[in-house]
């Protein structure tokens, strides 16, 4: 097995384990920050063309997606995750899968949503979910990535299982290697918390 099927195993096992406790704390659109929560709608609205939630967790966002009007999809490596998200939000789709290889054909989206679904890919290994953003991304396509910020890259120790930080800048080379333009950057630094950043990018074409 190869070294980057073994940490999506290990980061697949190790939300199962915690499953109940990740949904109770952040499985709710209402504990997320009212600042993602506008950010996220103002990417929405400007969307053509359904959207893919990658790494949906349990659901909320995707429901929060289609909210807004557009024609949202799930996927996550969690079983226990799409689970509740089918039983809560049972009018949307939703599927078990990894986004280092998704079964969505080209160009058949128009916005892909990683909600920090990309902080537990080793450095080395990121190139790959994104290439897989950009494949199911019509050209024009928008991404956008929440991650946890960082002076370097480096590895910390998550909650869940080991993640990394990134600089902004950094991860946004990353997705240009990828195929996408980088339109917006942002970072928040609150006392108390990790810094955390959104990358809004098109898809290139």
Known sequence: MRSAERAGDAVRSAYSD????????????D?????????????????TGPVLDAGCGPGHWTRHLAGRGLAAHGVDQVPEF???????????????????A?????????GVLAW??????????VG????????????????????????R????????IAAYRWPVDALGGELDAAGFDVLEAHERIEAG??????LIARRRG
């Open 18 to 29: 915690r499953s109940a406790e990740y949904i109770d704390l952040f499985g709710s659109i």
């Open 31 to 47: 504990a997320a920050d009212p600042v993602d929560r506008e950010r996220v709608s103002r990417w929405a609205d400007g969307l």
């Open 82 to 100: 799409v689970q509740r998200a089918r039983r809560e939000y049972p009018g949307l789709p939703f599927r078990l899968g990894s986004i280092d």
């Open 102 to 110: 998704l079964d969505e054909g080209d160009a058949s989206f128009g």
């Open 116 to 125: 920090y679904s990309l902080i537990h890919h080793e450095p080395s290994a």
């Open 128 to 151: 790959t979910p994104l290439r897989e953003f950009a494949r199911v991304l019509a050209p024009g396509g928008g991404l956008l990535v929440g991650f946890f910020t960082g002076e």
């Open 153 to 160: 890259v480096e590895r910390f120790d998550h909650a869940v």
């Open 193 to 198: 918390q990790r810094p955390q950043g959104t």
